[in-house]
């Protein structure tokens, strides 16, 4: 008797459930059929000629545009600011420019009147091939922009992935002040590698790709940096960042220091003016941990003395842009004008 009561009991629940499942299948269907009719009503390619249109205009572009089409304004077209018809005299980077615009409104959006609201992986592969420097500026900018919503859960995208081969690109889109030696918890870093026709994954816990301007930095702050040629790098700092970006009058630097100081700045000047000061190189300078303390003090004040300070504290780091001038470079400093540095 027990067994049968028990049967009975466990038979009425399990049809309980069946019911339960039933009616939520039931719930299930008039849901999604009105969610296909709200996406149906929601569906335009009106908001999207818009949107686009809007950041072209937000970012100063006016190479072209897009408007409606077609009988039902269904289609996209291409014009020019005059309104002719752009598909026949696109170019290549054009037209890259605008399959990529198509697909970041994609993102947001379906090709077809259902899916709008579907949850999505997006793959930028390689987007800015053909681009020139103000469209990369663009694209890098939009894709930060699905970066963040992803990491905010913000819309439908919730995971990223972008490949490419250009580094000043690759620089753009993954700077974040926010990021400190390692990866952030939302992002992973690789890079992949071809070797006798295989292709090899690497992860990496920080982001692994730099400028050469970058690694000359990171030179200077390494504590176990090489004595015969840290003052080629630093040479090389100064040339890219004063005279190459900023066009710098070297000499009115030069004449800020007094003494071997001023010896020691002319010598980091020497690329840039094209060797007139490599004398002094060999003449005054031996290369001892003396020789370089005084010169990364004279190094940090060159960019103290020209008002770039700040740079120099970014480019260091907290850590290292705070640190004072080393012993062995405040006691060269009280030597004498006329002393030879040991």
Known sequence: MPYSADRIALEKAAAGLESGITSKQAQLATVSAELRDLERSVTSVQP?????????????????????AGERDHLYEIVRDDGNNAIATLSEGEKSFVSFLYFYH???G????????????VVFDDPVSSLDSDVLFIVSALIKRVLKEACEARGQVRQVFLLTHNVYFHKEVSFDSSRGTECRAHETFWIVRKVDGVSKIVGYKYNPIKTSYELLWADVRDPTRSHMTIQNTLR??????????????????????QGKDQQVCASLFSWVNDGSHSAHDDLYVSVDDGVVARYLDVFRRIFDKTGHLAHYEMMMGPEHAAEPPSATAAVLAEAPANAALA
């Open 110 to 121: 379906s090709v077809s009147e259902t899916g709008v609201s579907s949850e999505r992986v």
């Open 48 to 68: 999207t000629v818009n949107a686009i249109n809007g950041l072209l205009a937000s970012f100063g572009f006016s190479g072209f545009k897009l408007k409606t």
């Open 106 to 108: 994609l993102v947001r």
């Open 236 to 257: 090389r700092i100064i040339e890219n960042y004063f005279k190459i970006l900023g066009n710098v009058d070297t000499d009115t630097i030069v004449a800020r220091f």
